[in-house]
């Protein structure tokens, strides 16, 4: 439909650190926690071996941790993206069922918002795509090979600031969220 891939942008390196370490933390935190259970302190054995076995023997607690923090880090860490193909773009809005086709001829303009890091894209229905990537000249070359009209001037760069700070935000809260709810033991 949209023919051949030509680009795929990928997560902020800084995001990945972010999200590297919530799953570390939470890692260590099911790690710590696995002692205290009853069946586990039975054995009297506590070595890294031992968590694995009992896990081995006892999956639930396991796949709850796999589910809700595993496969999100690796999902938002290295395969979520916008991919750019010869006639326009999918955009990645978070779930794969949420994901939206552009075509090239929709976009109006572009505009640099950091000149390394972000972009946004403006389509003709008044949508705005923020495009963030370690990369975003490549993206800007695609751009200008449709012949797109891009600005290159900084002015909005006040705005990304402050996605970035939300982003933050909402991570922070929803990791103190699964934190408490993980604590007062409604995973159980």
Known sequence: MLGKLLYKTSMLNIFRLFILAVTVFFLNNFYLETFTYEKFQLARRFKILDVIDYHMKYPAEFLTFFILIIVPAIYYGFIRGVRFYEKGFVFNRGIPFLNRAVLYSEVTTYKLLHPELAISIHVGNGDIYLIADNAVERVIAILDQQNIR??????????????????????ICFTIFLFVIKKLGLFN
């Open 150 to 171: 891009g600005d290159l001037a900084q002015d909005g760069f006040v705005r990304v600031i402050s996605n970035y700070k939300k982003f933050f935000f909402v991570i």
